[in-house]
């Protein structure tokens, strides 16, 4: 009779565990990012472009890049692709991007920023800026960009005024004036502001991300731009899920099948070790993408053999004639390192192809890693736990697949 209800009692709190983790799954689901693949977006190739008397070396593209990454940032992209293609092309997928059109003529320009004065003497330049920021007048309550440069900047600045007060000082942008403002007094702190010309806030707000990330030391004209849509995404990304539901339920039929009591045990343990990776990406606002469900569906392969391992070696145990939770007990730690084994090495693999892989093959990489970490703690941890909590009440072998 203490058997039958610890039997019943295990089996409604298991259940009441899955009901409660599937009404998590949607809002989990609906604020993951997505990749390029699933989400759409759009994908450009930009050619350097060399200026008279400039040559474009490998280091010049490395750092067109790395103002590139500053400026994509800035504008918000979550987990952009920006890499070399050859000795002067740069390819960019950026996801979700709500107007390329816009984001690609932002990314693209120049930002070569100069304060010229009456005579067209170049008297400050954006090297010696130090932040821009996008804010709004007090009294006019238009958009404005605030500057503020660096110490020698200050210096220049500060000369500059001081020699043309009651003269324009032009703000000039890719060899565009966007701003000629008549020096009122010196100044002599090292700030300036570009007022007045900007339709929206939006606009002032790119401009102080382009300055702010630097000019590109070489001119990148677009030489490829394709949109890529969320059709495709939306429908690769409904038959990843569907692909991945169908096996998830082979599995947990399997496991209660073959393996009873534990494979009730493992069905739990293995709903919420995908609940807690797909948590984790989200918290970590890491991107998903089709690669990425390659590597957790592969994690969770890997999380129900870490099962398979413990509960095998539980059967041995209780065949050579233990009690049940010593059978327990000598069962998970005779597989402990042939589990950490297994893992340790596809870590291994994981994280070098993280370290040197690039979009589709990082994302992979990054969804494994997590999958890998989790399952180390839920079928070491959460399963061992669950497994003596039943044990204590239900002992009859035959409920432990022997």
Wanted: aromatic share 6%; no cysteine.
């Amino acid at each position: 009779m203490h058997e039958r209800t610890g039997l019943v009692k295990f089996i409604l709190v298991s259940i009441a565990v899955l009901v409660a983790a599937g009404f998590a799954y949607r809002p989990i689901i609906e604020h993951i990012n997505l990749g390029l693949d699933l989400r759409g977006g759009v994908h450009v190739v930009m050619e350097a472009k060399e200026k008279p008397g400039q040559k474009i070396t490998e280091d010049t593209i490395k750092k067109a890049i790395g103002v590139l990454w500053k400026r994509v940032d800035g504008l918000g992209v979550k987990e952009p692709i920006i890499q070399g293609q050859g000795d002067r092309r740069v390819i960019l997928e950026l996801a979700g991007v709500k107007d390329p059109e816009e984001a690609v003529r932002t990314i693209g320009k120049t930002a070569e920023l100069q304060f010229v004065d009456e005579n067209h003497k170049v008297l400050v330049t954006g090297e010696n800026l130090k932040d821009a920021k996008a804010t709004l007048d007090p009294q006019t309550n238009e958009p404005k960009v605030a500057l503020t440069f660096d110490k020698k900047g200050a210096e220049l600045f500060r000369d500059a005024t001081a020699a043309n007060v009651g003269k324009t000082i032009a703000i000039v942008l890719d060899n565009r004036v966007i701003s000629a403002p008549v020096v009122r007094d010196t100044i002599p702190d090292g700030n300036a502001e570009i007022s007045g010309g900007f339709e929206s806030a939006k606009e002032a707000e790119d401009l102080a991300v382009l300055l702010r990330s630097g000019a590109l030391p070489v001119t990148l004209e677009l030489a490829e731009k394709r949109t890529v849509g969320p059709i495709l995404g939306s429908d690769s990304l409904a038959k990843s899920v569907k692909a991945g539901v169908i096996g998830l339920l082979m599995i947990l039929i399997f496991m209660v099948g073959y393996y009873r009591l534990p494979g009730v045990v493992a069905d739990v343990s293995l709903v919420l070790y995908s609940l807690v990776v797909l948590g984790i990406m989200t918290l970590g606002k890491f991107t998903l993408t089709l690669p990425g469900i390659a590597g957790f569906i592969l994690s969770i392969g890997m999380a129900v053999d870490a099962n398979i391992i413990i509960y095998e070696r539980l059967k041995d145990e209780l065949r050579s004639g233990k009690t049940l939770l010593a059978a327990v007990d000598a069962g998970f730690k005779r597989a402990f390192w042939t589990i950490f084994d297994s893992n340790l090495t596809t870590l291994i693999a994981a994280l070098v192809l993280m370290y040197f892989g690039i979009g589709p093959i990082k994302g992979f990489a990054v969804t494994l890693t997590i999958g890998i970490l989790t399952s180390m703690f839920t079928a070491i941890l959460f399963t061992r736990w669950m497994l003596k909590w039943v044990a204590q009440s239900v002992r009859d072998p035959r409920y432990y697949g022997v």
